[in-house]
Nanobody, 118 residues
Framework: QVQLVESGGGLVRPGGSLRLSCEAS????????MIWYRQPPGHERDFVAQ???????TVADSVKGRFSISRDRGKNAVYLQMNNLEPDDTGVYYC????????????WGQGTQVTVSS
């Protein structure tokens, strides 16, 4: 079992920045990929960014140039740095970890709310 705990959400004005953290209860080197999703109010959950265990990074076109993903393997943590935030970035941000062990296992954090508003 893998527990994921997100933190760092909050209320920020347009143009501001936030850094979200996702801390895993296991070594992130044991996880195939860690992914950030977000769910705006009344919408589906959307992909934001991911980092694989090999360090390969993918960022959604909608946030490219403003958001970045990184990790600290010593802290078993993945981060989402969000700059130049816009009201459309509002939503609940979720951390997802995928583990492959004979089958695929998906683990989710509880989510952290990000609200961008003046």
């Amino acid at each position: 079992q893998v527990q994921l705990v997100e933190s760092g959400g909050g209320l920020v004005r347009p143009g501001g920045s936030l850094r979200l953290s996702c801390e895993a209860s296991v070594s992130i080197d044991s996880l195939l990929v860690m992914i950030w999703y977000r769910q705006p109010p009344g919408h589906e959950r959307d992909f934001v960014a991911q980092i694989t265990k090999y360090g390969a990074i993918t960022v959604a076109d909608s946030v490219k140039g403003r958001f970045s993903i990184s990790r600290d393997r010593g802290k078993n943590a993945v981060y989402l740095q969000m700059n130049n935030l816009e009201p459309d970035d509002t939503g609940v941000y979720y951390c997802n970890a995928v583990k492959i062990a004979a089958a695929r296992y998906d683990y989710w954090g509880q989510g952290t709310q990000v609200t961008v508003s003046s």
